[in-house]
């Protein structure tokens, strides 16, 4: 393979001589040194080299932009500037130029190769396009299909080739001027419009029969296919077309229709008559046939007939006796039966009261004992045992009560009441029993009123309420994950009958389902779907039974819609008298004027959507939606910047990925969101340990799920309230402050402090440094080895230092023991240590090197924000961690759990950089240009075996791969970097495979985020 041709034009000897030398273990041909512009256009134009370097500033006349600018007026050879401190005016000139980059003085021979290497593969990329966009054109151009490009949206065309000239008789620059639909039939232009609409709505049109006009105005059929192109927002650019003259072919179909009618025609006319006459003469034939037979058989019946009416006149009579005597009896047995039933019934009665007073006494005093025992001080396993004793007693409690209502009803003697019942209460009663084990099993569970329904009606509101309890439960029974909707409406009375309205309570959940011919079979009593259900899920199967009974005695009725694996809804319907007043939780207060603008956080879509009405009907303030944590501070931090910022905020305590803990944590790390109201949700049962958590991060209020609209107009009210309190100057203890107050601006915790980032590896150090930013640090000062860590430390007052352990010219270890033993002022400034290793000599290594703590890649900012708070707090001083000390890893408990065994954990590294959208591309970006060299490069230090090169790009490949949470690739990495330990190049060859691999999959998923992160 011919070698890469470079010309070297510098002035400074010794730079130049670098570069040639360095240019040559490259493997490039490197031309002669030239000193000057004059000299560099000459050799340019003579040898014709395949690059220059060029040095801005030279010596003579001319100097490297004017050189630059002859050159590439004779020839296109491609240029790279090298360049130490030219001015702006210099790099303005050098932009006329267009060169391929710019390589910074003094020169690194890892940024010359790469730079080098990513120009020379442009280059023959570009190359490669030229010949393959001719190649294209001169197949498009000479294609016998008439081909043209369009733009099917504005109707214009945009090109076309030679075929669809010639057969249209146009020349290129007619076509180009017309519109699409002119070339077709105007008698065809409505079948067009719908073929375009097709096209537009599909992205694709498949054999379109059209007829088109030549110019000569010749009409031919012609197939119309057609594809859209698109560009990367999903936007349609263009469309690639084909148009197939089918004249003659459907003249030849034209003709061979006609035929095969007219042949078809005559061979059924002739059927028909064949057919009608040979009827005709069957006919004739079976009606003297019938007759014959009909005269017999009438013969032989009247025989017959004489002969059984006389034995039946004879049978029945006997029959008679025997039916009086028979019917005596039965009389006298039902009436015994009777007697015997009734007085059963009244035992059975009498029998099922006294087993319920018998059996609910020690039931209460099991229940009471149990609730007594679980207030005193238990060990946990007692505790578990009593709760289960209560449990357990509670589900009997339940049985016997069932079979009680069941008895009731089997004997008549059920009754209901017809009251005036306020129907928000006694629904919201019975969810919020229940609610609990809905929670429990990690169910989210849903209330939703339609709008205008009223408060009170007339009805039985203990029975509703346990129906709307038993259809609950066993919703949540049957419901391993998904959402259970309770779901309150009115109707008009079909039937006339009673009351002009119907009460509508639906339940449907995301559960089991129910096959379509076990839908009536679950209302009968100690039934279920089936076997398999009852040994699973288990329970009596008469809460169905008993609900549908309860249904009917209030004239109502309880259906049931389901399928296998798609959840249930059970429907019960009422007829009742609503009352109009409004409920209580409808009257909008005017105290609410304070809150304009709300957010609502919920990964929920459907429970976002209910708590979004609920909230504007009671507030009538602006209110916006946020499905998760990333999304919501997205939409805080832009309002924060408009003249409608948001004053109070709904967040939903359990979502995935960030819960409501850590989107509160973050927007009270944020300035300008600090003074957000905020309302925390969460369920009943876990409310007190949520409130616990959230003490110190002065939070307005907390409501329990399901949200009550009438508790939700007393929380807002509160809030509005205090923010009216503030806004008057009376500014509530322990509420966050204001972001700014008369001018003042509010400084963040570490506004005087400095820190030291000691980072050789680009991409650790743009993370890092993010990190470290977000923490409102006053300076962020950078170090790229040990050296100059130490010589920073000796030169400027520092607060902390995050050192990195394995670094060129000076480690991490030597860099820590230098500047504690140094005699200027930071000598016992705090350093943690930042590696990628997680072993315990790792960790004695740090301690005896002067360190005070340690992080393991990859760490969350979370890690970031308690190092700063453990180390750089004012008026602190610190001495060497302990090795206990260094032991304990540091961690939130609540941060983002990693995926340890995936190519790319995108959501979690996502987090690491705060959801920062902009410097997750720029990360990714800049991993992905380099990385495959990277990989390459190990590759051939293997082949070479240049042990300690080796043993270098190794480990920062590894360091990178975790702080951008490729853990495959760390971890494959880790591997390589053992055998290396054991110069092991055999196995170092064999894992070669692997490390390509952990790089494709890499890139994939990396591909992957973008189209989910970067749209």
């Not at 010749?218 to 469309?239: C, E, M």
């Amino acid at each position: 393979m011919k070698k890469f041709k470079i010309m070297v034009v510098e002035d400074d000897k010794p730079m130049s001589d670098f570069l040639c030398l360095s240019l040559k273990k490259m493997g490039y041909d490197v031309l002669a040194p030239v000193e000057n512009g004059e000299d560099a256009i000459l050799i340019a134009s003579e040898k014709k080299p395949d690059l220059v370097l060029m040095d801005i500033i030279l010596s003579g006349e001319m100097d490297g932009i004017e050189a630059s600018m002859m050159i590439k007026e004779r020839e296109n050879i491609p240029i790279v500037f090298l360049t130490s401190h030219a001015s702006a005016d210099y790099f303005k000139r050098a932009r006329k130029v267009v060169p391929c980059g710019y390589i910074i003085k003094p020169v690194n021979e890892t940024i010359l190769y790469t730079t080098l290497e990513t120009i020379i593969g442009r280059n023959q990329l570009e190359k490669k396009l030229e010949r393959s966009e001719k190649l294209y054109r001169e197949l498009y151009d000479n294609s016998p299909d008439m081909l043209f490009m369009a733009d099917f949206i504005n109707g214009e065309i945009i090109r076309c080739n030679k075929a669809f000239l010639n057969t249209f008789g146009y020349e290129e620059v007619e076509v180009v001027t017309k519109k699409i639909d002119e070339i077709f039939s105007a008698s065809d232009r409505e079948r067009f419009s719908a073929g375009l609409k097709i096209l537009l709505r599909t992205g694709t049109l498949s054999d379109y029969e059209l007829e088109a006009v030549r110019k000569d105005g010749a009409v031919i059929k012609a197939l119309l296919n057609a594809s859209n192109i698109y560009d990367l927002n999903g936007n349609i650019v263009y469309s690639i077309s084909s148009l197939r003259d089918i004249s003659e072919l459907k003249n030849v179909q034209n003709i061979l229709k006609k035929m095969n009618e007219r042949l078809e025609s005559r061979v059924m006319e002739r059927t028909h008559e064949l057919v009608a006459a040979n009827n005709e003469l069957h006919q004739e034939i079976l009606t003297r046939m019938n007759a014959e037979a009909e005269l017999k058989k009438h013969k032989e019946r009247l025989e017959e007939m004489v002969f059984e009416r006389t034995k039946e006149f004879v049978s029945a009579n006997s029959r008679l006796q025997e039916e009086i005597k028979e019917r005596k009896r039965t009389e006298r047995d039902l009436l015994k039966a009777l007697t015997v039933a009734e007085l059963a019934n009244r035992a059975k009665s009498e029998f099922l009261a006294t087993m319920s007073h018998e059996i609910r006494t020690p039931m209460n005093g099991i229940l009471g004992m149990s609730e007594l025992a679980l207030t005193g001080d238990l060990s946990g396993s007692e505790k578990e045992y009593f709760n289960d004793i209560k449990s357990s007693a509670e589900a009997l409690l339940n049985v016997i009560n069932d079979i009680l209502d069941y008895s009731k009803i089997e004997s008549g003697n059920l009754t209901t009441e017809n009251i005036r019942m306020n129907l928000h209460e006694t629904v919201d009663c019975a969810v919020n029993v229940i609610a609990a084990k809905a929670f429990q099993k990690n169910v989210e569970l849903m209330c939703e009123y339609a709008e205008g329904l009223g408060e009170f009606i007339n009805g039985d509101p203990y029975r509703i309420r346990q129906i709307i309890i038993n259809l609950v439960s066993n919703a949540i029974k049957f419901t391993s994950k998904g959402e259970i909707k309770i779901n309150v409406s009115r109707s008009k009375n079909p039937s006339g009958k009673g009351p002009d309205e119907i009460l509508n309570v639906s339940v449907s959940d995301t559960g089991i389902g129910i096959p379509a011919e076990k839908l009536n079979y679950i209302f009968e009593g100690f039934k279920q779907a089936d076997s398999s259900i009852v040994r699973q899920y288990g329970g009596s199967g008469l809460g169905l039974a008993i609900s549908k009974h309860l249904a009917h005695a209030m004239d109502g009725d309880l259906t049931v819609k389901s399928s296998p694996g798609e959840g249930s809804v059970f429907t019960l319907s009422l007829p009742a008298s609503f009352s109009e007043e409004p409920a209580e939780a409808d009257r909008v207060e005017p105290c609410l004027a304070h809150i304009k603008k709300m957010l609502i956080v919920d990964d929920n879509a459907e429970n976002a959507r209910i708590l979004n009405n609920m909230a504007a009907s009671v507030s009538g303030a602006d209110i916006v939606c946020a499905s998760n944590a990333l999304d919501a501070l997205e939409k805080l931090s832009a309002a924060s910047k408009t003249d409608a910022p948001f004053e109070a905020a709904i967040i939903d305590y359990k979502m995935p990925f960030l819960d409501g803990m850590a989107l509160v944590e973050k927007m009270r790390q944020i300035e300008k969101l600090s003074g957000v109201k905020i309302i925390v949700m969460s369920a009943a049962c876990d409310m007190m340990p949520v409130i616990a958590r959230f003490q110190r991060l002065s939070v307005g209020a907390f409501i329990n799920k399901p949200v009550r609209k009438a508790e939700l107009l007393k929380v807002l009210c509160g809030l509005d309230r205090i923010a009216r309190e503030g806004a008057a100057g009376s500014v509530r203890a322990g509420s966050p402050p204001a972001a700014a107050d008369a001018g003042k601006t509010v400084l963040g915790p570490y506004a005087a402090t400095t820190v030291l980032l000691v980072e050789d590896n680009d991409i650790n150090l743009k993370i890092i440094k993010e990190m470290v930013a977000r923490n409102s640090v006053g300076e962020i000062v950078v170090a790229r080895n040990g050296q100059e860590a130490v010589d920073i430390s000796e030169n400027k007052h520092i607060d902390l230092i995050f050192m990195d352990i394995q670094m060129p010219v000076l480690d991490g270890y030597a860099a820590s023991k230098k500047i504690r033993s140094s005699s200027g002022g930071n000598r016992s400034v705090p350093i943690v240590a930042i590696t990628a290793n997680a072993l315990k000599g790792d960790r004695e290594k740090c301690l005896q090197a002067g360190m005070n703590d340690y992080m393991s890649k990859p760490f969350q900012p979370s890690v970031i924000t308690d190092m700063l708070a453990k180390y750089a707090a004012p008026e602190k001083s610190y001495a060497t961690a302990s090795s206990a000390a260094l032991e304990a890893a540091p961690g939130d408990p609540n941060s983002i759990r990693i995926d340890t065994e995936s190519a790319f954990d995108y959501m979690g590294f996502l987090a690491a950089v705060g959801g920062d959208k902009a410097i997750f591309k720029e990360v990714i970006d800049t991993f992905g240009e380099t990385f495959s060299m990277t990989v390459d490069k190990i590759e051939r230090l293997i082949k070479e075996k240049k042990h300690e090169d080796l043993k270098f790009a190794v480990h920062n490949l590894k360091g990178a791969a975790g702080n951008i949470f490729a853990f495959s690739l760390q971890k494959i990495s880790r591997l390589i970097e053992e055998k290396i330990a054991e110069s092991d190049y055999r196995a170092l060859e064999n894992l070669l495979p692997e490390l390509k691999s952990a790089r494709d999959a890499f890139i994939n998923a990396a591909e992957e985020a973008f189209k989910r992160l970067m749209v």
